[in-house]
Nanobody, 121 residues
Framework: QVQLVESGGGLVQAGGSLRLSCAAS????????MGWFRQAPGKEREFVAGIKRSEYYADSVKGRFTISRDNAKNTVYLQMNSLKPEDTAVYYC?????????????????WGQGTQVTVSS
């Protein structure tokens, strides 16, 4: 089992930055694919970024968001710059031992509780 705990969400003005963190339990963290997803009210959960050996990004966040991981700290990060009001959502961290499609939320086995990000205009 892997437990994931997100932190770093909050309220920020458009154009600002936030850094989300996701701390994971478990001794095999480095072997997991890690992803960030988000869900806005009334919308489906959507892929934001993922990382295993390579990094993957949704087109909507490319050039603004950066995913990274520190395997020594069992932590994955999402640096979010140039935030827009449409980035407002609950952001979830997810982990998968064997990933088929990095962008598909159903492929992830473990989920955090989510952290709210609100971007004001």
């Amino acid at each position: 089992q892997v437990q994931l705990v997100e932190s770093g969400g909050g309220l920020v003005q458009a154009g600002g930055s936030l850094r989300l963190s996701c701390a994971a339990s478990g001794r095999t963290f480095s072997s997991y694919a890690m992803g960030w997803f988000r869900q806005a009210p009334g919308k489906e959960r959507e892929f934001v970024a993922g990382i295993k050996r390579s990094e993957y990004y949704a087109d909507s966040v490319k050039g603004r968001f950066t995913i990274s991981r520190d395997n020594a700290k069992n932590t994955v990060y999402l640096q979010m710059n140039s935030l827009k009001p449409e980035d407002t959502a609950v952001y979830y961290c997810a982990a998968a031992r064997d990933i088929t499609l990095m962008t598909r939320w159903r492929d992830y086995e473990f989920w955090g509780q989510g952290t709210q990000v609100t971007v004001s205009s």
